[in-house]
């Protein structure tokens, strides 16, 4: 019963290195999300992905680029790191739209040096 | 638009009770509550629809003015295990149903 997972746990990158973290879901839930935690702000969101095939920027684009791969996947790509992208990145489903339960994965902890 | 929690830290006893508040500028149409322990992922607790309802899950209730645009959370004869970061998020009656803007979080700590 794995509910959402995501890969890595932990990454260090140097400045202007790109990355993807991984994310999947078996719940079959039709909505995935991605947020950054940073201390003190709460969850902000990344990018959300309402059903397969369909994504939409959030609060905090820039700098990232998704992918829904296919109902299971969600992906978090960061072409050119920079500091200011040192966070925790969660990633959470959700069977629908808001007036349902987000499911969120372990997180992954990401430095750029 | 980020919603408001208050207050930002609270410290208790076992057995005593607290409320956590959480106030928007926007109309909502829907508040959720979830708890994060540290280094943990959020763990969803409960939500709330426009309505006016009330939900409770054993000792921990909330309930949703959205007259006021608020919700608060109560923790009633709290354990040890209530100890972690409370987390509203708010969806808004307008605009994308799907966003949830996350407030800063209230840090409970509940001592023996």
């Known amino acids: 019963n794995a509910g959402v997972t995501q890969t890595p746990k932990f990454q260090v990158l140097k400045t202007g290195q790109s990355m993807t973290l991984q994310c999947a879901q078996d719940?079959?839930?039709?909505?995935m999300y991605w947020y950054r935690q940073d201390p003190g702000m709460g969850l902000r969101l990344i990018y959300y992905?309402?059903?397969?095939?369909?994504?939409d920027k959030g609060e905090v684009p820039n700098g990232y680029n998704v992918s829904r791969l296919n109902k299971r996947e969600f992906s978090l790509r960061l072409e050119s790191a920079a500091p200011s992208q040192t966070s925790v990145y969660f990633c959470?489903?959700?069977?629908?739209?808001?007036?349902?339960?987000?499911?969120f994965g372990d997180g992954t902890r990401l430095s750029i040096l | 638009q980020q919603p408001v929690q208050s207050p930002q830290a609270v410290i208790l006893r076992e057995g005593e009770d607290a409320v956590i508040n959480c106030s928007s500028s926007?109309?909502?149409?829907?508040v959720h509550w979830y708890r994060q322990k540290h280094g943990e992922a959020p763990v969803f607790l409960m939500i709330?629809?426009?309505?006016?309802e009330q939900k409770g899950h054993e000792k921990i209730s909330a309930s949703f003015n959205e007259k006021k645009q608020q919700s608060s959370l109560y923790l009633t004869a709290s354990q040890l295990s209530y100890s972690g970061t409370y987390f509203c998020?708010?969806?808004?009656?307008?605009?994308?149903?799907?966003?949830?803007?996350f407030g800063s979080g209230t840090q409970l700590t509940v001592l023996p």
């Open positions: 959470a489903s959700s069977p629908g739209p808001s007036n349902q339960p987000q499911h």
């Open positions: 719940m079959n839930h039709n909505s």
């Open positions: 992905s309402a059903s397969e095939g369909t994504t």
């Open positions: 926007k109309a909502l149409y829907s």
């Open positions: 709330l629809l426009k309505g006016g």
């Open positions: 998020g708010t969806a808004k009656l307008t605009g994308s149903a799907r966003q949830l803007t």
